[in-house]
């Protein structure tokens, strides 16, 4: 999913990159998933991005 949605459609990061990221975020502790969008997020837009990047399933309170 992560391919298709962040490589092929809207071109934030490369195939090799993303594969990166994965390897490095299944030595972290907790939900890779989670950690590569913020380390996907701290590509695009530094740490302001990274820190607002929600983790996956996760929605703000619409407030």
Known sequence: ?????FVQ????????????????????????????LTLIGYKRGGVPLAVATPPSGSRLPAC
């Open 1 to 5: 999913m992560m391919m298709k949605t």
């Open 9 to 36: 459609q809207r071109r934030d990061v490369t195939e090799k990159e993303l594969m990166e990221y994965n390897a490095f975020c299944q030595l972290l502790p907790g939900a890779s998933s989670s950690q590569t």
